[in-house]
């Protein structure tokens, strides 16, 4: 069983700065691909920002230069900092994970890899 546990959102005033994190835990084997999404009201689900286990990044374009998003592998956790924040980046801030776990049964291993969501998380920025 692998879980998404995100820490970090609130409400903060424009031009503020938040921090999000995201812990992977579990019967974790290891993790590829780690991002960012949101989902504002009325809004479809879209990618803040991504980061490869390698640490190649890309985001949208909306939040360069804004946002910065780094992992710490031996911890099995991305983070998502947010400055110089907008009322429009107001949402539900999403953790996905690309994670390849690893289960032991009747002396034997057994892999699978699926894409892992969290619960998710409200930013509200005021104007």
């Known amino acids: 069983q692998v879980q998404l546990v995100e820490s970090g959102g609130g409400l903060v005033q424009a031009g503020g700065s938040l921090r999000l994190s995201c812990a992977a835990s579990g019967s974790i084997f290891s993790i590829n691909a780690m991002g960012w999404y949101r989902q504002a009201p009325g809004k479809q689900r879209e990618l803040v920002a991504a980061?490869?286990?390698?640490?190649?990044?890309n985001y949208a374009d909306s939040v360069k230069g804004r946002f910065t998003i780094s992992r710490d592998n031996a911890k099995n956790t991305v983070y998502l900092q947010m400055n110089s924040l907008k009322p429009e980046d107001t949402a539900v801030y999403y953790c996905?994970?690309?994670?390849?776990?690893?289960?032991?049964?009747?002396?034997?291993?057994?892999?699978?890899?699926?894409?892992?969501w969290g619960q998710g998380t409200q930013v509200t920025v005021s104007s």
């Open positions: 996905n994970a690309d994670i390849k776990s690893r289960t032991y049964y009747s002396g034997s291993y057994y892999y699978d890899e699926y894409d892992y």
């Open positions: 980061i490869t286990s390698g640490g190649s990044t």
